[in-house]
């Protein structure tokens, strides 16, 4: 594993540094009751989780539902008993470690992911993950009991379409159960793997308003921070995300002895169209994204001209119609492409789908207020990557707070985030909590699913 060492003297770590230090001699000014997190052991439990599933490049290959999944998990529930936390697994999947609060008060919850993408890196996820383990034991340690009971989440098969937050507010259809996952497993059977019930689904399920808030402490896995030299991103937004599996008819044949006018190839066709999501997608305005991450040919071998391919097209922004219309035009310009070649295109959408959602402005103010005192400059931003947090803002009051990845590097080995970062944004979570415990935001949510 490279964790670079050297990057002690970058001049942002010394800034953060600086800052952790200005906010202790600070003292009371850097809260309430001035609790702080222990960066150190942060760090360390960083470097243990990247154990599972390490790879040769230093990542990890730790997809949801896989052993070195499993091993995570037990390792972090390790983490949360020792931090005094009460640790069960829901009917989707999730980790759930609870301490109590006054009686009949909702919950707070904080949370994250540790399953990865494949060749993932040691940071996405983890990072909310080992700081919101990190909040619970700084409280159980000092003997601070809130009003609100704290419930620390590890989400479930965050990569494969958010799998574990649909569960946890009643949205995970029949269709999604089916999906197969980057394991192999169909997400049905990864449920059942590591320890939930997808028959009892509805258990996981919680009410709208049934929590007080939910917060979300990640890498901000764009370069946005880093670049400016801000500690803390208060989220504003989370783009929404859609997936289909398009797929390419040809006519398999011998590649040797077929004239190349005289093909069906479906594998120019995909060419042709991964073309056009480029041009549909950069002919507007706006932060919209479109991908072809994923392709296979079949049969697939160097003599035969393909009778098949099948692409992923991923498709994100913070506008749902403009998602469709995207979608729309993509497919319309993309008919011409079958005419050419004689080869029809079809989509699939898989049901991974989440809504774009926006962040509680409350929670916003809280988390600013939090960084503020902490001495720390922050800046609001909208989140390009899918988190829980968009799920769960459709049944409470949610915030997201982020800390500078190096370079913008994620879904790769080279993700990096500075150890002095991560514990500036615990610090930040470990405030916001309390701030959100003193005052809980009314939830004005209607009902999960309008
Ligand atoms: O793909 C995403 O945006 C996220 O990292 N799950
Ligand atoms: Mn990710
Ligand atoms: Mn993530």
């Known amino acids: 594993m490279k964790f670079n060492y050297t990057r002690i003297f970058h001049p942002r770590l010394q800034h953060g540094v600086i800052a952790v230090i ?38 990890v290959d730790r997809v949801a539902y896989s ?49 990865s993408v494949p060749g993932g890196g040691n940071y996405d996820g ?25 419930e620390v989440v590890i989400f479930a098969d965050e990569e494969g379409g958010l799998t574990g937050s649909r569960g946890m507010i009643g949205d995970l259809t029949p269709a999604a159960l089916e999906v197969v996952s980057h394991s192999g497993l169909t997400v049905a059977d990864g449920i059942a793997r590591i320890g939930g019930d997808p028959h009892r689904l509805a258990e996981a399920a919680r009410a709208a308003c049934s929590l007080a808030a939910f917060v979300e402490l990640h890498i901000e896995q764009g370069a946005v921070l880093h670049d400016e030299g801000i500690d803390i991103g208060v989220v504003t937004g989370i783009v929404g995300i859609r997936w289909w599996d398009v797929i390419v008819e040809g006519i398999a044949n011998h590649a040797g002895t077929t004239p190349m ?62 998602m469709q219309s995207l979608f729309d035009k993509i497919r319309q310009q993309a008919r011409q492409i079958a005419q050419r070649h004689g080869t029809p295109l079809e989509y699939r959408e898989l049901d991974v789908a989440s809504a774009p959602a926006l962040t509680d402005e409350r929670i916003q103010n809280v988390i600013a207020k939090s960084a503020e005192k902490l001495g720390l400059s922050q800046k609001r931003m909208p989140s390009g990557a899918g988190h829980d947090a968009q799920d769960i803002a459709r049944i409470a009051p949610t915030g997201m707070i982020f800390v500078p990845s190096v370079g913008g590097i994620s879904h790769s080995p080279r993700e990096y985030s500075e150890p002095a970062d991560m514990a500036n944004g615990a610090n930040v979570l470990l405030q916001t909590v309390l701030a959100l415990d003193a005052a809980p935001p009314e939830c004005t949510i209607a009902s999960a699913n309008d």
């Open 22 to 59: 200005l906010a202790a001699l600070a003292g009371p000014a850097a809260g309430e009751d001035a609790l702080m997190v222990d960066g150190a052991r942060i760090e360390q439990h960083i470097i243990e989780l990247s154990a599972f599933g390490r790879n040769q490049q230093g990542g």
């Open 67 to 115: 052993e070195a999944d499993l091993d995570a998990r037990r390792y972090v529930s390790g983490l949360m008993n020792q931090a005094g936390l009460e640790v069960r697994i829901d009917a989707a999947g999730n980790l759930i470690g609870r301490r109590e609060g006054r009686e009949g008060r909702r919950p707070l919850m904080i949370g994250s992911h540790i399953d």
């Open 261 to 322: 006018d005289k093909r069906r190839d479906p594998m120019l066709a995909a060419a042709d169209f991964i073309k056009i999501v480029n041009n549909v997608i950069r002919s507007e305005a706006g932060t919209q994204v479109g991908t072809v991450g994923r392709i296979r040919a079949e049969p697939g071998a160097p003599n035969v001209i393909p009778d098949r391919v099948v692409m992923s097209l991923e498709i994100r922004d913070l506008d749902a119609d403009k």
């Open 126 to 150: 983890d990072v909310g993950v080992i700081a919101s383990i990190e909040v619970a034991r700084v409280l159980n340690d000092s003997g601070t009991m809130l009003d609100h009971p704290l």
